[in-house]
């Protein structure tokens, strides 16, 4: 199957002051927004929970890595009754 492809002439762009204006508000925003971020990520590493994650020893790293999810593990009994149920044989 031959196809021949339609040609049209290039299409021109103009640049208008209301969008300069658009660009550089929206730029300030997430400008703004990123500082913000980087502030609150700061805060959290300057109370010392970043620096004792590391050099801590792994169940308190594996605790605080749970806290930021919001894992709560549960024990595993180990009685049969907890297995089973209260089953009567």
Same mark, same amino acid.
């Given at each position: 199957?031959?196809?021949? =492809?339609?040609?049209?002439? $290039?299409?021109? %762009?103009?640049?208008? %002051? @209301?969008?300069? *204006?658009?660009?550089? /508000?929206? &730029?300030?925003?997430?400008? /703004? !927004?990123?500082?913000?971020? *980087? @502030?609150?990520?700061?805060?959290?590493? +300057?109370?010392?929970?970043?620096?004792?994650? %590391? /050099? +801590?020893?792994?169940? /308190? &790293? *594996?605790? =605080?890595?749970? @806290? &930021?999810?919001?894992?709560?593990?549960? $024990?595993? $009994?180990?009685? !049969?009754? +907890?297995?089973?149920?209260?089953?009567?044989?």
């Amino acid at each position: 199957v031959d196809f021949n =492809m339609l040609r049209r002439k $290039p299409t021109r %762009l103009e640049l208008k %002051l @209301d969008d300069i *204006e658009e660009f550089e /508000s929206i &730029r300030k925003d997430l400008e /703004s !927004r990123k500082k913000q971020k *980087e @502030d609150v990520e700061g805060v959290g590493t +300057s109370d010392g929970e970043g620096a004792a994650g %590391l /050099s +801590s020893d792994p169940k /308190s &790293r *594996e605790q =605080m890595i749970n @806290d &930021r999810i919001g894992y709560k593990p549960q $024990p595993k $009994p180990n009685n !049969r009754t +907890s297995q089973f149920g209260n089953f009567e044989f």
